[in-house]
């Protein structure tokens, strides 16, 4: 489906032909708090000050400002920013949790901003779920009548729900700990029933609002594998809020970087750290470990039919990470194929590998690259950088791109790079060669 059909107003640098129906189409979206909010978005004078300036004048916060884009079906959408940046009121827009000041919202082409009390409660309650930091368990219920609250207050029979609950309660782990109260379970385990509970409710869209930056960091790292290990099983769409830059790139197809109310850069987790819009960006992904984001696209050049050596490396798929055909490389000496469906869209040699790495771009890849059938891959097992403070950035310039991964189809994997022959590859696992010369809470919300 194209955005257009869906998309109440257009706004500026949107995005073109998603390779995706969207599920959300935000536009023009503003949220202001404050004394007369109303009348800023559509003042070009106050819009151009800065936060500061901006609240010293009115006293109001431009906490979401003019931010556009689409969320599509089964994919993760992540949003990310420091601590104030916009990304919870943002979301809470999404199912009007927080009253936008002016754009539009669309869910499935449904204007959310028309909805009356009783469509918004549908919405939250099957629609779009949230889960959140607080998990807001209730102590008096067992685990499995935690869950079931959720389809509870969605009017759904007794033994209905509890056999719902307990078929969620085993996908996200905690068979055997039904009858236990939340008092009785680790933090990670409470977070799980908070994400079962959800589930139960079997939304359209997950939103998690920064659901484990209360864990530990093993547990944190858990739960973030389970949600990927969901998301690959399911295929749900899910919009995922973080302020952590590793967790984003670990779980995101496409990421939304937030800076004073703005998006800064929206795209995949390889567009954003292989090219930042602006210094704001590039400062923020300095330190991510280049070769664990970026995938042999970037380093990819045409197979030269004379060299000897070209045609007899490994293949790895065009997903594969600069890390993983490295380590393809320095196994077998030669240089790694690219194949997709037993094509083979070009080489990487270690020349071009270790380009990516140090940050020097290669030329651009040959122009025959097929992303619409690029394999999905949601990226776990990427890399864990900390995020740099961010420091002082020019213009904030919007940037989008389109996703070029497909989202996931139920059943299959989302991360393994699989070889352009079909073959299941394990990470920095290569094919072996082929022959020489064979190329406010309201009712009804589920809080988690
Ligand atoms: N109810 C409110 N009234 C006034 N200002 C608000 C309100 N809620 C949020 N803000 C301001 O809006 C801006 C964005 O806040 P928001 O909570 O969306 O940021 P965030 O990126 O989610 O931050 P964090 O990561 O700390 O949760 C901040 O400057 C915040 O102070």
């Not at 099957?126 to 102590?139: C, D, E, I, K």
């Not at 905690?174 to 680790?186: K, M, T, V, Y």
């Not at 703005?262 to 930042?276: A, D, N």
Request: charged letters at 25%; a neutral charge; proline letters at 9%.
């Amino acid at each position: 489906m194209n955005a257009a059909a869906t998309t109440p107003r257009t706004g500026p640098a949107q995005e073109s032909a998603p390779s995706a129906a969207p599920v959300f189409t935000v536009r023009n979206l503003w949220k202001v708090f404050g004394p007369k909010a109303e009348r800023v978005p559509g003042d070009a004078e106050l819009t151009s000050l800065t936060p500061t300036e901006l609240r010293e004048r009115t006293g109001c916060t431009a906490a979401v400002r003019d931010v556009s884009f689409d969320v599509h079906k089964g994919e993760v959408f992540v949003v990310m920013g420091l601590s104030g940046s916009g990304k919870s009121t943002l979301v809470r827009c999404l199912t009007r949790l927080i009253e936008p000041t002016s754009g539009s919202v669309a869910i499935d082409g449904e204007d959310v901003l028309a909805m009356d009390k009783n469509r918004l409660r549908e919405l939250r309650r099957h629609r779009a779920s949230m889960v959140f930091q607080h998990f807001g368990l209730l102590p008096h219920r067992s685990v499995l009548d935690n869950v079931a609250y959720g389809l509870e207050i969605q009017g759904v029979g007794k033994a209905e729900r509890r056999e719902k609950a307990a078929e969620v309660v085993t996908k996200v782990g905690l068979e055997g700990l039904e009858a236990r109260r939340p008092g009785q379970l680790s933090g990670g385990q409470q977070q799980r029933v908070g994400l079962a509970r959800a589930l139960a409710a079997d939304p359209e869209v997950l939103l998690f609002d920064e659901p484990f930056s209360a864990l530990d960091p093993l547990i944190r790292r858990d739960m973030q594998e389970e949600v990927v290990r969901l998301h690959r099983e399911e295929g749900r769409t899910m919009v995922f809020i973080t302020h952590d830059l590793s967790e984003a790139l670990k779980l995101g197809d496409r990421i939304a970087l937030m800076r004073d109310g703005r998006v800064v850069q929206l795209g995949t987790p390889e567009e954003i750290v292989g090219s930042p819009a602006d210094d704001y960006v590039r400062d923020f992904v300095r330190d991510v470990p280049r070769e664990q984001v970026m995938t042999v696209r970037r380093a990819m050049r045409p197979l030269d039919p004379d060299s000897a050596a070209d045609g007899r490396g490994p293949a790895v798929a065009p997903d594969a990470t600069v890390s993983e055909a490295i380590e393809a490389v320095a196994r077998s000496g030669f240089p790694a194929r690219v194949m997709d469906e037993g094509r083979c869209l070009g080489v990487v040699d270690q020349e071009r590998l270790l380009g990516v790495v140090a940050g020097v771009e290669p030329p651009p890849p040959a122009p025959t690259l097929p992303s619409a059938s690029a394999p999905p891959s949601a990226s776990a097992g990427r890399a864990a950088p900390t995020v740099p403070a961010g420091s002082a950035a020019p213009s904030a310039q919007v940037r989008q791109a389109e996703p070029t991964r497909k989202p996931p189809a139920a059943g299959t994997s989302a991360q393994s790079p699989t070889t352009g022959e079909g073959r299941p590859s394990a990470a920095g696992k290569a094919t072996p060669p082929p022959a020489a010369g064979k190329a406010e809470d309201i009712p009804g919300e589920v809080t988690a």
